[in-house]
């Protein structure tokens, strides 16, 4: 168990509103990680963390943003949310020495309808 | 531009009979290779990561897997299936911090 909560697990929420995922750490891991996971193309990277306020976009980063102010918590925040963000959200963390995503928290189901 | 393909987007074998994922890679650089494994409800797991030296990598539950560079693949095997393997798998290649997953081969294990 790496220490890793994501919050809320479910929500449904209607096109146009904000909404804000987080995850919380408890192991000071340095990298943090959001991904979507949608059927037929594996997770896709949104955006990732290499330190307190040091962000970077990923592949899908359109229509998302992140903070991060304390090492252990990350958030993903949608600013107006659209049918096509629906998903399931997944934030991960590296392991030891690595920059790769090494554990993964167990996802946030999001509706948008 | 790195990119991952996994063969069979369904496996299903049977108890006790050999497991065999397939996926094969491409890279400019190098490359960083991982498998991971998803049940349901839940978040990946890595089960094992190629970065270098030994080709033949050894992971968590009994699996494996081999680098080929000049096959540019990566494929994952467990002699013998149990109930308990029957899950989503996912393969992926890395440089830095840009991973890439492949599109997942969900593996059913029959009795």
């Known amino acids: 168990d790496a220490g890793i909560t994501q919050s809320p697990r479910h929500k449904v929420t209607e096109t146009g509103t904000p909404v804000t995922l987080r995850c919380h750490q408890t192991?000071?891991?340095?990298?943090m990680y959001w991904y979507r996971q949608d059927p037929g193309h594996g997770l896709r990277l949104i955006h990732y963390s290499y330190g307190v306020k040091d962000t970077d976009k990923g592949e899908v980063s359109d229509g998302y943003s992140v903070s991060r102010s304390k090492t252990e918590d990350f958030l993903l925040t949608l600013e107006s949310a659209t049918s096509s963000q629906t998903s399931v959200y997944f934030c991960?963390?590296?392991?030891?020495?690595?920059?790769?995503?090494?554990?993964f928290g167990d996802g946030t189901r999001l509706s948008i309808l | 531009a790195q990119s991952v393909t996994q063969l069979g987007s369904h496996v299903s074998v049977s108890e006790g009979a050999l497991v065999l994922l397939r996926c094969n890679y491409s890279?400019?650089?190098?490359?960083?290779l991982f498998w991971y494994v998803q049940y349901p409800n839940q978040g990946l797991q890595l089960l094992l990561k190629?970065?270098?030296?030994?080709?033949l990598v050894k992971g968590i539950n009994g699996f494996e897997a081999e680098f080929k560079k000049s096959e540019t693949s990566f494929h994952l095997t467990k002699p013998s299936a149990h109930m308990s393997d029957a899950a989503e798998y996912f393969c992926a290649v890395s440089r830095g911090f840009k991973t890439i997953f492949g599109a997942g081969t969900r593996l059913f294990v029959k009795a």
């Open positions: 991960a963390v590296a392991g030891g020495d690595s920059n790769q995503p090494q554990h």
């Open positions: 190629y970065t270098t030296g030994a080709t």
């Open positions: 192991e000071n891991h340095r990298y």
């Open positions: 890279s400019s650089v190098p490359p960083y």
